[in-house]
């Protein structure tokens, strides 16, 4: 069954850390970039951050560059996102999703179409 499984949301004081992990079964992550999605209640989704197929290339929003790092372990077939310095307004439920592409460092934080959807974990930064 080809899937995305994300773990790693919980509740979480503000300037805590999280790491959300993205794992990838019945495919390789290889041939697609990932993308970080998350949704706040009453909010459009937004991209958050995304890794390219190589793993070399990166990008994050605005709103979470310096907090958070993307990261892909090939061997795993899993991607994190360490998010730190937590702020109530990165509450969300987040979502990891892949499209695969033939170009090896580019990957988009937009909101195009994916191959594959997780299900998304909540994350919640409250005191």
């Known amino acids: 069954q080809l899937q995305l499984v994300e773990s790693g949301g919980g509740l979480v004081q503000p300037g805590g850390s999280l790491r959300l992990s993205c794992a990838a079964s019945g495919f390789s992550l290889d041939n697609y970039f990932i993308t970080w999605f998350r949704q706040a209640p009453g909010k459009e989704r937004e991209g958050v951050s995304c890794?390219?197929?190589?793993?070399?290339?990166?990008m994050y929003a605005d709103s979470v560059k310096g907090r958070f790092a993307i990261s892909k372990d090939n061997a795993k077939n899993t991607v994190y996102l360490q998010m730190n310095s937590l702020k109530p307004e990165d509450t969300a439920i987040y979502y990891c999703?892949?499209?695969?592409?033939?170009?090896?460092?580019?990957?988009?934080?937009?909101?195009?179409?994916?191959?594959?959807w997780g299900q998304g974990t909540q994350v919640t930064v409250s005191s």
């Open positions: 999703a892949v499209r695969r592409t033939v170009v090896s460092s580019v990957c988009v934080l937009r909101d195009a179409t994916y191959d594959y």
């Open positions: 890794i390219s197929r190589s793993g070399g290339s990166t």
